[in-house]
Each structure stands twice: as C-alpha cells, then as structure tokens.
T-cell receptor
C-alpha cells in the first residue's frame, strides 16, 4: 500500500497571503488528522476529519480550516498568514473506526512565511 | 491536555539504556509512541491500550500504568539508529473516539 502523501513538500509565502495544503491518506483510511509542528511546541493538533466531517478540533484560530473530500483526501487552508505560522504541517491517517488506532504520518509540508 | 514527557533530552553512549516517561492528568485509553528523525515524518513504534499488556519488540518496549496515567518507553542496549525525538501520544478514556494529543517530545542522541 502506498503511504500518506502530502503536497507540496515546501512552500514559501508572505504575510497576509493564504495557503492550501493537501493530504492523501492510505487507501481505505477515512480519518485524516492535521498537526502543526514547531521546534518549541512539538506536535500541536489542528483538527481531524472523518467521512467528510470535522470530528475533532484543536485550539487554533479560525484562520485555520480544513475539509475532506469523498475520496478521503483532505485539504488544510490557512488564511491571512502570520510569521508564526511557519512550521511543518503533518497529516496522519487511520481507518478512524475506533479508539486506539495507529496513525500513519505523511512526510509533511514545510511552510515558511516571510 | 497535552501529556508531559521527561526527560526533555538525553545523551547516551552506544549500548546504554534509557527510559522516557509520559504522563497525563486525565484517565487514558491508549498511549502511542513514535520516533521522528530529523527532517522525517514520525514513525510508529507501538501502541498500548487500557487493559492491555506491556509491549515490545527487539530492544524497545513500553509499559502503561493506567492508574497513574503514565507510560514509559524502555530502550535497552541503545544503537546509533535510536537517535531521534520520541513522542508519546495520548487518547483520553471516553466512550467515544477521541483525538490523539502528543507530548512535546524527548530528544535522544546516541553517540559512539
């Protein structure tokens, strides 16, 4: 099975712009979770989508949003970018069927905001 | 809700042992352990479930004390390849599915 893929891998934007990141989960997985990783904060949970619905949400401002399509692919959007949004954005997929499931991470998208 | 990990960082010589701890203020259903090497995605190591047994493979094992809401990852006879940042992820014990929240990570460096 192919692993979790994320595009693009690298991105440079300027403050005020918006950005869309994409995540394709492992075939058959219906849950996609997004995390922001920065050196000082570790892995911060953004949100989780399951069957096209947001099932869980972290403590991020409304500038961060996401969606999931019928094929389970997910996109994350950040509007009005700030310097502090520079980070590695990771998505993880699982079947989402129950508790205690393994999550499989993609390689991440590294976003730099100038 | 973020779990606490200790130590923040550790340096080992090849062959030495290490223990990484993870604790939560809430009752847990599961604890997940991942290792991330620099510039790479986190890689799954093992998962421990409430009521389950201690897990391990090769020289890496983990335990889960449900009553104390704590988990420990044991690395024995460390190898250079063990270097990386170790994250624990916790899932609160609820009746429904919940998100996995990760700790801040423990940086482990194994030197020759």
């Amino acid at each position: 099975k192919a692993g979790v893929t994320q595009t693009p891998r690298y991105l440079i934007k300027t403050r005020g712009q918006q950005v869309t990141l994409s995540c394709s989960p492992i075939s058959g997985h219906r849950s996609v979770s997004w995390y922001q990783q920065t050196p000082g904060q570790g892995l911060q949970f953004l949100f989780e989508y399951f069957s096209e619905t947001q099932r869980n949400k972290g403590n991020f401002p409304g500038r961060f949003s996401g969606r999931q399509f019928s094929n389970s692919r997910s996109e994350m959007n950040v509007s009005t970018l700030e310097l502090g949004d520079s980070a590695l954005y990771l998505c993880a997929s699982s079947t989402g069927q129950g508790r205690g499931e393994t999550q499989y991470f993609g390689p991440g998208t590294r976003l730099l905001v100038l | 809700q973020q779990p606490v990990q200790s130590p923040q960082a550790v340096i080992l010589r090849e062959g030495e042992d290490a223990v990484i701890n993870c604790s939560s203020s809430k009752a847990l259903y599961s604890v997940h352990w991942y290792r991330q090497k620099h510039g790479e995605a986190p890689v799954f190591l093992m998962i421990l479930l409430k009521g389950g047994e201690q897990k391990g493979h090769d020289k890496i094992s983990a335990s889960f004390n449900e009553k104390k809401q704590q988990s420990s990852l044991y690395l024995t006879a460390s190898q250079l390849s063990y270097s990386g940042t170790y994250f624990c992820g916790t899932e609160i014990d609820k009746t429904s599915y919940d998100k996995v929240i990760f700790g801040p990570g423990t940086s482990l460096s194994v030197i020759p």
